[in-house]
Nanobody, 121 residues
């Protein structure tokens, strides 16, 4: 079974930085897109950033200019560099991937278990 495992979360002061990683494992033929979502207390899960196979990226307005998503194709790993962190960035961050295990399979979406990011002084 495909697994996505996030790492890099933790407690950081406002203005600080964190780099999240999401490693994939299992039977993967190709990955069409990967992304990061987050869920803050009392709010719905929201899109943070995505990157597709061409390398094009998309960001939520709230993180533009502060966060950068990137992917290591050889490792099937996606990263989220978070700079100038704010208390409002506090949330559980989830990695997801749109991939297929075999060339005859359709693309399906998989989710990681989440990693906690807390921004507080």
């Amino acid at each position: 079974q495909v697994q996505l495992v996030e790492s890099g979360g933790g407690l950081v002061q406002p203005g600080g930085s964190l780099r999240l990683s999401c490693a994939t494992s299992g039977t993967i033929f190709s990955i069409n897109a990967m992304g990061w979502y987050r869920q803050a207390p009392g709010k719905q899960r929201e899109l943070v950033a995505t990157i597709i196979s061409s390398g094009s990226t998309n960001y939520a307005d709230s993180v533009k200019g502060r966060f950068t998503i990137s992917r290591d194709n050889a490792k099937n790993t996606v990263y989220l560099q978070m700079n100038s962190l704010k208390p409002g960035d506090t949330a559980v961050y989830y990695c997801n991937a749109q991939l297929r295990m075999y060339p005859t399979f359709p693309y399906s979406t998989y989710w990681g278990q989440g990693t906690q990011v807390t921004v507080s002084s």
